[in-house]
């Protein structure tokens, strides 16, 4: 399955853009799909207790399954004043 993953903020940073197309097996989730962005920017790991993902605009949690075309987002915490 082909999806679309978007970054933001210090995750964005980290990979170096905010928006990459990925291949992924039938029956992924959100999970394995940060799994495999961890594997390779392993910088990503230290937020893993702290994203929110969402699913085609939707807030969704990492085990929700995806679909052919499916927009991935991963959000980091947000602080300020």
């Known amino acids: ?18 928006e990459i197309a990925r291949q992924v097996p039938d029956g992924a989730s959100v999970g394995t799909v940060w799994d ?4 390779e920017f392993p910088e990503l790991r ?6 929110s993902a969402a699913v085609n605009a939707e807030y969704s949690r990492m085990d929700a399954p995806l679909g052919d075309g499916d927009e ?8 300020g004043g």
Do not use: H, K
């Open 46 to 51: 230290a937020y893993r207790e702290t994203i």
């Open 36 to 39: 495999e962005l961890t594997g």
């Open 72 to 79: 991935v987002a991963f959000l980091p915490p947000v602080s």
């Open 1 to 18: 399955m082909r999806i679309n993953v978007r970054l933001f903020a210090r995750l964005r940073d980290i990979v170096g853009e905010g």
